[in-house]
Antibody, heavy 122, light 106 residues
């Protein structure tokens, strides 16, 4: 069955960097784009952008341009999210989500990782 | 950005019918999807393209709407449906989520 397994919780200091992984199984990794979603503690969901798992091209929402990098280890069916120069407001759970075609030119996030918690504190 | 507005919370009794609304600040055609999130868990897809039931999701869940007004209906509500429900649009860039509706059972 389709599974997205994310890396474990991270505790970091402001200014440090963190890399979160999302390992996919149960389907052909390069056939489906991977999206990233942020959820701050007690808050709602915020779309961060996505990466084309066939070409490796990332696309970032405006609020996530600059310190955020989406990357791939396609041979390992893994998508990564790296955040540099961490700030307190980066404290959140980060989800990866697979994108499936729903209709012609229409897509939906149909399978989600369990989430990776990042806490930024001095 | 397209703002999706949901009521913050609802409380219903098991066996009742509940409707959760989502209003978009501009048209999203039918590219609206609904997710359920239980505490400490990842979101799960319930409804896609406004009215299509995701495989494996109970038929108690249904969706409707187009343009700017959308509804998720649960009929009848069961105790296990206690969760936060999010709408999400994929018509306009950037994709956006509603603030979530927390469903509590009396």
């Amino acid at each position: 069955q389709i599974q997205l397994v994310q890396s474990g919780p991270e505790l970091k200091k402001p200014g440090e960097s963190v890399k979160i992984s999302c390992k996919a199984s149960g389907y052909t990794f390069t056939d489906y784009a991977m999206h990233w979603v942020k959820q701050a503690p007690g808050k709602g969901l915020k779309w961060m952008g996505w990466i084309n798992t066939y070409t490796g091209k990332p696309t970032y929402a405006d609020d996530f341009k600059g310190r955020f990098v989406f990357s791939l280890e396609a041979s390992a069916s893994t998508a990564n999210l790296q955040i540099s120069n961490l700030k307190n407001e980066d404290t959140a759970t980060y989800f990866c989500a697979r994108l499936r075609i729903a209709a012609i030119s229409s897509y939906v996030m149909d399978a989600w990782g369990q989430g990776a918690s990042v806490t930024v504190s001095s | 950005d397209t703002v999706l507005t949901q009521s913050p919370a609802l409380a219903v009794s098991p066996g009742e019918r509940v409707t959760i609304s989502c209003r978009a600040s501009e048209s999203v055609s039918t590219l609206m999807h609904w997710y359920q999130q239980k505490p400490g868990q990842q979101p799960t897809l319930l409804i896609y393209l406004a009215s299509n039931l995701e495989s494996g999701v109970p038929a108690r869940f249904s969706g409707s709407g187009s343009g700017t007004d959308f509804t998720l209906t649960i009929d009848p509500v069961e105790a296990d449906d206690t969760a936060t429900y999010y709408c999400q649009q994929s018509w306009n860039d950037p994709w956006t989520f509603g603030g979530g509706t927390k469903l509590e059972l009396k």
